[in-house]
């Protein structure tokens, strides 16, 4: 938490330690749901099919995990921080995309974004060795990709934002999890098309 009378070194120090807990937490989460065989629940982990998704920082959060962690092997970014030139005020992390393995990855942005730009968005794309995709929310800013979000003059509502999360989010998962089939022919197909017939309008981008 921010001190009064803070310096200058203090805030910077205060946000590296911000930067450098964040992958950590992630892996002590893995390795308590995946090897605490005393936690309370019926759920089946797979530990071969482990996604990690994540918004703004959390973005960042998810592209940087399979640095350091190879047992990540899906990943939905919204839009994420780490560009190699962040904007003032946005936290200064970067990214490798030194991964190893094949992640593949969705990058779901959002076309006037104010806090994190489409350019730097288009930055992470073609740095990203991995199979990948980006759709872009079109009339939407930074905010919405968040639970509650508040209707602007202009911008696309909150329910088309939630489709386009929410929608795009489960069939990425399920088309490189599950291979299901009907996800798989989403991708390959008219995805502006499909979007749009759902009310929602979006720029669509493949690797």
């Known amino acids: 938490m921010r ?17 450098a807990n964040r992958v ?5 989460l893995l390795d308590h749901l995946l090897d605490n065989i005393a936690w ?22 998810a592209l940087a995990a399979p640095e350091v962690d190879g047992r990540i092997r899906a990943v939905v970014a ?29 990058y779901l942005v959002a076309e ?3 806090a994190l730009p489409l350019a730097a968005m288009y930055e992470l794309f ?14 939407a800013d930074h905010q919405h990709f968040e639970d509650e979000i508040m209707q602007t003059a202009g911008l696309c509502s909150g329910e088309q934002a939630h489709v386009f999360t929410r929608g795009l989010t489960l069939c990425h998962l399920d088309a490189t999890f599950k291979r299901q089939e009907e996800a798989q022919r989403f991708w390959s197909g008219d995805v502006e098309g499909e979007l ?4 929602v309008d979006v720029i669509a981008r493949t690797s």
């Open 3 to 19: 001190k009064e009378g803070e310096t200058g070194a203090q805030k910077a120090a205060r946000v590296e330690g911000w930067i």
């Open 24 to 28: 950590p937490d992630v892996r002590f």
């Open 112 to 114: 006037d974004d104010t």
């Open 196 to 199: 749009a017939v759902r009310g």
């Open 126 to 139: 073609e740095r990203t060795r991995a199979t990948k995709r980006m759709v872009v929310l079109r009339r």
């Open 78 to 106: 919204l839009a994420p921080a780490g560009s190699n030139r962040p904007p003032p005020n946005i936290i200064p992390a970067k990214l490798t995309f030194t991964w190893g393995h094949d992640v593949p990855t969705l």
């Open 40 to 61: 309370d629940s019926e759920a089946n982990l797979d530990p071969a099919t482990i996604g990690i998704v994540g918004h703004s920082f959390g973005g960042w959060t």
